[in-house]
């Protein structure tokens, strides 16, 4: 199947400071990927969709000021979390579509904590 | 994107088969079932999806009733790597949307 690399897998962070977390697709183009976040034995909750060269489409509650997504390109999307919280440390998870095919594929997933 | 009903736990010894099933008595004529697997601290890993023929790859076999109002995924014979959270969805492919996570099948594989 396709490959989708999230980077870094792990990351700490110091409140206030921002953080960005990078995903990619590796061997094919992604057209539309999706940023989600997992609380600990919770299920994955989607935070937003960006096409490429679009602005992002953020779910009810998200709030697009602090959580940053760039779709510069058809193989890179960014999420930058803004003024990190201890409450913004979970699991977040990237997924990607493209062209070709009915499949989307899923990153890694990275894991921030902000103390 | 219709709605699925998953049994929020089962277990399976090892080497035996796996039968997880799912409900989706909602779903709609151009909507398929997907399953993914999510181990723990893992992103979700792609299983096997169908429209309303069995489907079968390396990893499972994917069994739709005719009137495409449940399915059930089966591994085979499970191993102690196959221990994770199951989840079936259906959606519109190539639709733009996206995969929303119910709350999924967490099986345990056992000795």
């Known amino acids: 199947g396709a490959v989708v690399s999230q980077h870094p897998s792990r990351v700490i962070c110091k409140s206030g400071t921002s953080v960005k977390i990078e995903c990619r697709s590796l061997?094919?183009?992604?057209?539309?990927m999706f940023w989600y976040r997992q609380f600990p034995k919770q299920s994955l909750m989607l935070m937003a969709t960006?096409?490429?060269?679009?602005?992002?489409?953020?779910e009810q509650g998200v709030e697009k000021d602090k959580f940053l997504i760039n779709h510069a390109s058809l193989t890179l999307s960014t999420l930058t979390v803004t003024s990190a919280h201890p409450e913004d440390s979970s699991f977040y998870i990237c997924?990607?579509?493209?062209?070709?095919?009915?499949?989307?594929?899923f990153g890694e997933g990275s894991w921030l904590t902000v103390v | 994107d219709a709605k699925t009903t998953q049994p929020p736990s089962m277990d399976c010894a090892e080497g035996r088969a796996a039968n997880l099933p799912c409900n989706h008595s909602?779903?709609?004529?151009?909507?398929?079932v997907y399953w993914y697997r999510q181990i723990h601290s893992q992103g979700p890993q792609y299983i096997i999806h169908?429209?309303?023929n069995n489907e079968t790859n390396e990893m499972a076999s994917l069994i739709i009733t005719e009137d495409r109002k449940s399915s059930t995924l089966i591994l085979p014979h499970a191993t102690l790597r196959d221990t994770a959270v199951y989840y079936c969805?259906?959606?519109?492919?190539?639709?733009?949307?996206?995969?929303?996570f119910g709350k999924g099948t967490s099986l345990l594989v056992t000795p």
């Open positions: 997924s990607a579509t493209g062209t070709f095919g009915n499949t989307i594929y």
């Open positions: 061997d094919f183009q992604a057209t539309t």
């Open positions: 960006s096409n490429e060269g679009s602005k992002a489409t953020y």
């Open positions: 909602t779903i709609s004529g151009n909507e398929y």
């Open positions: 169908g429209l309303k």
């Open positions: 969805i259906v959606i519109i492919t190539n639709s733009g949307y996206a995969l929303n």
